[in-house]
């Protein structure tokens, strides 16, 4: 249960966050947040996300169906989607971020391993099939995908990332898009190195352990796999089940750090 008037004024303040770095432009992109079981509150359309007031958000139910006068998104689908099969999401962030892109553009996911820190946390990013958006195109599109990443690019439209709260969901899209642009930038300076295969195993086993991203996310998009003798064990039935260990690790920051640099100096 969230507090209604916090999450206006954090939809309010993200929205600034989206106009202000270029992520959208004029009335396009969308956020969305749950309520309660049954409640979304959403951005409406027509709408530029840098401009966007606290009394003009739309609250629909997991339908779609209006619970106010404020007309949400035509993208809600997307949003009820992604609800509706995560239960451990409650926001959404659907943005057009240039460099991320321009990755749906050119056909391509997010799924080099170049950077330690996206492997352990936000994992790779699937490119999932064009479809006309606001329709089932794009949905059924997406769906294959949701449950085992917590950010898609949708080709040749955008990307959308979604977390536990606003501000897991923004940051998830700010790591894809700051990814995007990292992976532009080394291929001008005359291409990327990937991480080493044993330092990519390493660091998907300590993902796995610490909870950032289970074994499902090991999935058949999964472009940090191919170099490494890790697995894709995803079968129909394993889709939310707990780590091999069972329960979550959590790791402070200094272990954290410490098994990194484990991980990475190995290759040194
Ligand atoms: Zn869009």
Redesign the pocket.
Known sequence: MVDESQARKLIIEIGKLLYERSYVVSS???ISCRLDENRILATPTMTCKGRMTEDGLAITDLDGKALNDKKASS?LALHLLIYKMRPDINAVC???PPHGTAFSVAGLAIDAPILSEVILTLGCVPLTAYGT?STNELTESMKPFIAHHNALL?AN??AVAYGEDLWQAFDRLETLEHTAKIAILSRALGGANDLPKDAIEKLINIREKAGYLSESARCQSCGYLHETDIRCGLDGNSVNKPNSNGAKISLSREELIDLLNQAVGSQS
């Open positions: 396009d992109g969308n993208e659907h943005a057009h958006p949708m439209h955008g």
